[in-house]
């Protein structure tokens, strides 16, 4: 089987390259076509990369600004090139994100099985054009894979998808980080640190829910609080909110290569996600993959790790008290942070591991064949 992968955005590297690697190894001739990420993609493992997309924009280094003025330039003609060739060059096309989804939806490939993943259903932002866009690319998918019920109910109720076209297929662990043949080592002042560590990673956005973080934090005792990623806000409430906490919170406010991931987690004692709204987090599957102790907030495909594999320990959002509760209770009992860690471990192995994802994603292409 044929299979095309694409993301024109080049939104998600991580999760396409392994969702690609993962239905390559069951079996599948698999090609992504996408553009040129503006940092260092995964190695393809057995599929085909094609940068297909936006060739002139990312030729050269431009600012954001820059770049969005000018994909818009190329999108058109780059869809209305991936809407000729792609069936002549894949029995089952799966688009991972559209640029402009009101007008994508209808340059998607004829001819073949179409199918679309809706990452962000529950946090994709308000506004009659967003839904528009949304609503018109689930009408013309064959399929919509989401990655947890939520998002399922969210789809059908808010977005009216025919219940019999979505599948839930869940987002898979970052294993591929735990194994990096080029993976650095921590800068010299954090790996000196000997006490416990509490690690906030991704991009700072409000919606993560960091102030939070801080006003729980100001109370723990005896731990640091790693606040590691870019700011795509003002970060100078959260300083300042940080100098009010006491203790030791470190920022590294800026783009970490993946190579220095792994290093921040291996280092990590809880990995602390108290998002104000998500439907997932590449944050919380990297923990997985690591074994970590992870506490979180009760919202979207947070509670579904928590509930069905205990994986995960809950709070309400935006309770720092709860929040401080249960970082404490972790970094004071060994064995409940043990079973916590065993717990994520098990399922980035089992049921959010890659190979799964892959077999459940393979069978659900040969389902739309079959019709």
Known sequence: MRVQLVDPPAYTPPYDYSLAAALAHAG?????????????????????????????????????????????????????????????????????????????????APGVPR??????VIRRGT???????????????????????????????????????????????FDYLTRLPDEQPLPAELAAVEGPVIL????????????????????IEGAELW????????PAPLRAAAARAGGTVRFI??????AAVPAYFRRADVVALPYRSIDQS?????????????????????????????????VPPGDPAALRSAIEGLLTDRAQRAVQEARAAAAAAGPYSWRQIGQRTLALYEELLAR
């Open 28 to 108: 599948a001739e698999v090609e992504l076509s996408t553009s040129r990420p503006t940092y260092e993609a995964p190695a393809a493992d057995g599929f085909v990369v094609r940068e297909d997309f936006y060739r002139r924009t990312m030729a050269r280094d431009r600012s954001t600004a820059v770049r969005r003025v000018a994909r818009v330039a190329e999108h058109v003609p780059d869809m209305l090139r991936h809407r000729r060739g792609a069936p002549r060059r894949a029995d089952v096309v799966h688009y991972q994100w559209l640029t402009l989804e009101a007008l994508d939806a209808r340059l998607m």
């Open 115 to 120: 199918v679309l993943t809706a990452h962000n």
């Open 127 to 173: 506004g009659r054009l967003r839904e528009h866009g949304l609503r018109s690319a689930v009408e013309r998918a064959d399929a919509i894979v989401v990655h947890t019920a939520g998002s399922s109910s969210e789809l059908v109720e808010r977005y009216g998808a025919d219940p019999a076209k979505v599948r839930v297929i869940p987002h898979g662990a």
């Open 200 to 219: 906030s990673f991704g991009i700072l956005r409000p919606y993560k829910g960091v102030d939070v973080l801080l006003e729980a934090f100001g109370e």
């Open 227 to 234: 606040i590691v990623g870019r700011p795509w806000m003002d």
């Open 253 to 258: 406010d800026r783009f970490v290569p993946e």
């Open 282 to 314: 590449g944050v919380l599957y990297t923990a997985l993959a690591f074994g970590k102790a992870i506490v979180a907030s009760a919202i979207g495909g947070f509670r579904e790790i928590a509930d069905e594999h205990g994986a995960a320990q809950l």
